[in-house]
């Protein structure tokens, strides 16, 4: 699957964003080896600590149904200064089943930048 594609299913999940607090929709299409696409998107809480990134609830959904084997995650956000990375509390969660995870982040005003899960998060806890 091609980028462009990939970060399209990620616009469409932000769409879903329950972010009534932040005000900062995110969506994120987690792309599996099966070839299956997981999407999320961020859903915050009124007690803002249980609220969760888009990126995690794409791979806690994969996980879930049985997936663990994953190749990319586009990641979008509004327009805002530079791309939306994810938090380092994602790229553990990513770190713990795809060390090798390609990771293409984009935001509102067309600005992308692709890379590789080891150049974002190059020391993981416990891995
Ligand atoms: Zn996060």
């Known amino acids: 699957m091609q980028d462009t594609e990939l970060l399209q299913k990620a616009r ?40 969760l990134c888009a990126e995690r609830v794409a791979v806690f959904k994969a996980v879930s149904e049985g997936e663990k084997e994953f190749l990319k995650i586009a990641v979008v956000c509004p327009a805002s200064e530079g791309v939306c990375r994810p938090c380092g509390s994602c790229l553990q969660a990513m770190r713990e089943f795809a060390p090798d995870l390609t990771v293409i982040m984009a935001n509102a005003k067309g600005e ?16």
């Open 12 to 51: 469409e999940a932000q769409k879903n964003s329950y972010s009534p607090y932040s005000h900062f929709a995110v969506g994120a299409a987690l792309l599996t080896k099966s070839g299956r696409v997981y999407l999320g998107t961020n859903i915050e809480n009124a007690s803002y600590g249980l609220s």
């Open 112 to 127: 992308q930048e692709t890379r590789t899960l080891r150049e974002l998060f190059p020391y993981p806890f416990g891995l």
